[in-house]
């Protein structure tokens, strides 16, 4: 895996995104085991809370095995148009705030900040754009700051919920190490 010492990506990703959505338009949702998704036949989460996970609830789940490892799960259809809406204004903070970034998924981006000369300064960046992106859209996001997407992308999946790492280049291989 070829890193660049000059090079810092962050990567970010939306926390439970849809569900995080529904919470920001109805708080009574904080708290409890939320699945996204169809509730018929052939619902499929789309998208889980953390409390609904401790059930052993996965993405990608068909809604009624869900349903059978925590029946008393609130199930909410899901507003794709919103969630399309809240996608882009996330995109739009981090538009306007840098230079060159990747939109990777519906609530992933990866941010390039090659280019900011001190990893401190990179570091500060990123802890300002998870502010921005939460006092602007309301969505709680985690990130982490590595030497490429990949380091990026693993580092974020272990500090989530609301989590955030950096990973400074000399340190990589000792990260990964036990991975
Ligand atoms: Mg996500």
């Known amino acids: 895996m070829p890193t660049d010492p000059n090079r ?8 439970t995104f849809f569900v995080s959505e529904e919470r920001r338009i109805n708080p009574k949702l904080i708290g409890k085991p939320v699945l996204v998704g169809g509730n018929g036949d052939r619902g499929v989460v789309a998208s889980c809370s953390y409390e609904a996970r401790k059930f052993g609830i996965r993405s990608a789940m068909p809604m009624k095995a869900a349903l059978r490892l925590c029946s008393h799960a609130v199930v909410v259809r899901g507003d794709y148009e919103a969630y399309s809406k809240y996608s882009n204004l996330v995109t739009d903070v981090i538009r306007n705030r840098v230079p060159l970034f990747e939109k990777s998924s519906i609530d992933g981006f990866y941010v390039d900040m090659t280019g900011m000369e001190k990893f401190f300064g990179c570091s500060l960046y990123s802890k300002e754009l998870k502010e921005a992106i939460y006092n602007e859209s309301g ?20 500090v989530k919920p609301n989590g955030q790492l950096e990973i400074p280049f000399c340190n990589e291989r000792s990260y990964l190490a036990p991975l």
């Open 139 to 158: 969505l709680p996001i985690s990130y982490a700051l590595a030497g490429n997407k990949l380091i990026g992308k693993v580092a974020t999946n272990e």
């Open 8 to 15: 810092n990506i962050i990567h970010i990703d939306l926390d």
